[in-house]
């Protein structure tokens, strides 16, 4: 890419964009091996979509299975998709970015459940992991523990200090249960009774954010913990915005936080 904005394979031929680049090397070989006859990406079956873009499952060079992310036009700068891509380019760990991507399915796949139950004025009550269906093949089985008593740690402040249960006391569970997945399934609020959770959170104490956990992520957490039920989101906008989580940029988030 040239500094001064257009691309390049050598630089006595350059382009306005990626697109002029690869239709002219389409057209006429100009220097490479081989003219670009075809894509070396497949795409082979959409896997979801959201506000901002489209996710495929695809094929690179007919051997190596990859996501790929497309942007819907209008809804986002291309610049901003295309440096959020380059900085996703540099986390090369090999479970990062799959391991989190399967998670954040997963919350957004309950977002969705419980945005219907908002929709129909249902409350959950009980929201959290152990009653959510999150293992391998979307199979899980779970037994009470014996004795099994209120789920404190889950629970709003309002609805464990005054028993004011509502569909924002079920969004301040949801984010406990973000935690719990983000951390692979530890009990909220570790090494603190019942009794300390209560009064620290009533107090103003959030749990802080988890070791490794994107800090977009743990924004979603401290808007469902907010002090306010009525300024907690509601679980549409939690639905949308999990689902486009790794197509928003941090001012979308910002904008997300007012409504």
């Known amino acids: 890419q040239l500094d001064e904005g257009g691309f390049f394979i050598a630089r006595r031929t350059t382009f306005r964009t990626l697109q002029e680049l690869v239709e002219h090397y389409s057209k006429d070989a100009d220097g490479l091996c081989v003219s670009l006859s075809k894509p070396c990406v497949q795409f082979v079956r959409k896997l979801g979509h959201g506000q901002f873009g489209e996710v495929w499952e695809g094929l690179w060079n007919n051997t190596t299975p990859v996501a790929v992310k497309t942007l819907k036009s209008g809804t986002m700068d291309p610049k901003d998709f295309l440096a959020e891509a380059q900085i996703m380019k540099k986390l090369r760990h090999s479970k990062l970015i799959q391991l989190y ?22 409350i959950h009550r009980d929201l959290a992991a152990r009653n959510v269906l999150v293992a391998e093949g979307n199979i899980d089985e779970y037994e009470a523990r014996v004795g099994a008593r209120f789920p404190i740690k889950w629970t709003a402040p ?33 090494g603190m009774t019942n009794a300390e959770v209560l009064h620290q959170v009533e107090h103003g ?46 001012s979308e988030y910002k904008e997300a936080s007012a409504y």
């Open 101 to 122: 991507a399967q998670l954040i399915d997963m919350s957004a796949q309950i977002a969705a459940g419980m945005a219907y139950l908002e929709s129909q004025n249902y």
């Open 158 to 190: 309002e609805a464990a200090n005054y028993s004011k249960f509502s569909i924002k006391s079920d969004v301040w569970s949801f984010g406990i249960l973000l935690t719990e997945l983000v951390t692979y399934g530890r009990i909220p609020y570790p």
């Open 205 to 250: 104490y959030r749990m802080p954010c988890p070791q490794n956990c994107p800090a977009p992520l743990y924004e979603i957490m401290l808007e469902c913990w907010h002090k306010d039920p009525l300024k907690r989101p509601t679980f549409e906008t939690l639905q949308w915005k999990l689902e486009d989580f790794f197509t928003m940029d941090n």
